[in-house]
Nanobody, 124 residues
């Protein structure tokens, strides 16, 4: 049973930073590509960033390019999302997800396992 557990969410002022973490257990972590998505109340779950299993390639939604950085530490079975210059409309529950095979990398259907989410609230 693969489990993903996110942490690092919280309340931050606009322009501030947060670093989210996602620990994967139950299966060799290095086999998974990892992604981050977010979902605001009443909205669909949207792609934020993804990283291949080796860490060699990263992908970002246009709205976060230059401000967010996805990374991973395979020795710690952990993926990270560093978020800088946060905006109030980025308030959402942030989810990490694991995939055994990515094609477009930005579709929820590509990911096999999901965490429970961590709340990020950006105040104006």
């Amino acid at each position: 049973q693969v489990q993903l557990v996110e942490s690092g969410g919280g309340l931050v002022q606009a322009g501030g930073s947060l670093r989210l973490s996602c620990i994967v257990s139950g299966s060799p972590y290095r086999h998974y590509h990892m992604g981050w998505f977010r979902q605001a109340p009443g909205k669909e779950r949207l792609f934020v960033a993804a990283i291949t299993w080796s860490g060699a390639s990263t992908f970002y939604a246009d709205s976060v390019k230059g401000r967010f950085t996805i990374s991973r530490d395979n020795a710690k079975n952990t993926a990270y999302l560093q978020m800088n210059s946060l905006k109030p409309d980025e308030t959402a529950v942030y989810y990490c997800a694991a995939s055994t095979a990515l094609t477009t990398h930005d579709m929820t259907s590509e990911y096999n396992y999901w965490g429970q989410g961590t709340q990020v609230t950006v105040s104006s």
